[in-house]
């Protein structure tokens, strides 16, 4: 661990995170949120850095990214805790989880640098920084990018896009491509799994003028599949640019969410007609 970024120390040994709109009021011997960021004796502690759940070469069309270096791998690897909590969450057993109870692998950024670059003979192009969210480990993120930059490699986030400008502006110019969740277009569902719409928003309005954004939604049945939601998402995708690729993605139960049908396949294949009005591309998943 080192001490995080974004933090400023409060009365009575309490600190407040300022890396996401959350922006946690943290006592002294816990964590915020997200698990991953731990007040130790009134320091802001990046807790989850270098602690790695899972690693492993994925071709990059598995972020989704199908319009950034297609053909090719990245070497993909998260840690543990997410500032959602999201009923649906297909990587709870990382992303849900707090330390000590998710099993992770310490690997120093020059670990992550050194790997990367020995895996170009097998395509590799550079990190993806995935699985739980990764902005949760910020000072990570960082500390890898900055070295897999250096070698002229390629950076790549999935991520919820739920952070602040002050330090989103300050990784971008790190990240080489995105793909974020938007994962419904109503505030009510943000809500409903702990976020703020527009901050997402804002996040993909920035993201998207200086790095390779592609944006992924997952169909939910009776939460956010109603085909005025998807006009209304594409509209304002369009409005920031026509190119931005879209993935409509099909839901299956998972997590606490059990209960909810898969997402019928005429529901996709509709909201996919609907999104190809407005957008040149729009690709379907899990289908």
Not at 51 to 63: G, Q, R, Y
Not at 222 to 251: T, V
């Amino acid at each position: 661990m080192r001490e995080a970024e974004f933090y400023e120390k409060l009365a009575s040994g309490s600190v407040r995170c300022r890396l996401c709109p959350h922006n946690c009021h943290i006592a002294s011997g816990q964590s915020g949120l997200c698990g991953a960021r731990r007040n130790s004796g009134g320091i802001l502690t990046a807790h989850s850095h270098g602690a790695v759940a899972s690693i492993s070469l994925d071709p990059i069309e598995k972020k989704p990214l199908y319009r950034f270096f297609p053909g090719s791998h990245i070497l993909s690897l998260g840690s543990y805790g997410c500032n959602f909590c999201c009923p649906f969450c297909q990587n709870h057993r990382i992303s849900r989880e707090k330390a000590p109870s998710v099993l992770t692998t310490l690997l120093a950024p020059e670990d992550i640098a050194a790997a990367a670059q020995n895996l170009i003979k097998r395509g590799n192009i550079g990190a993806a920084y995935t699985y739980n969210e990764p902005l949760c480990g910020y000072e990570y993120v960082t500390d890898c990018a900055r070295l897999i930059k250096a070698q002229d490699q390629k950076n790549v986030l999935v991520t919820n896009g739920y952070i602040n400008p002050e330090p989103l502006a300050r990784l971008l110019p790190l990240i080489d491509a995105m793909n974020i969740d938007l994962k419904a277009f109503t505030p009510e569902f943000y809500h409903s799994i702990g976020g703020d719409l527009q901050a997402v928003r804002r996040t993909i309005a920035t993201a998207a003028a200086h790095c390779h954004v592609e944006i992924t939604t997952l169909i939910i049945p009776g939460k956010n599949d109603a085909e005025a939601e998807m006009r209304e998402l594409c509209q304002w995708l369009a409005g920031i640019s026509y190119d931005i690729p879209l993935h409509i993605s099909r839901f299956f139960p998972a997590y606490q969410w059990q209960d909810i049908p898969p997402t019928p396949l005429q529901t996709i294949y509709r909201l996919t007609d609907i999104a190809r009005e407005y957008l040149q591309y729009v690709y379907t998943g899990n289908c």
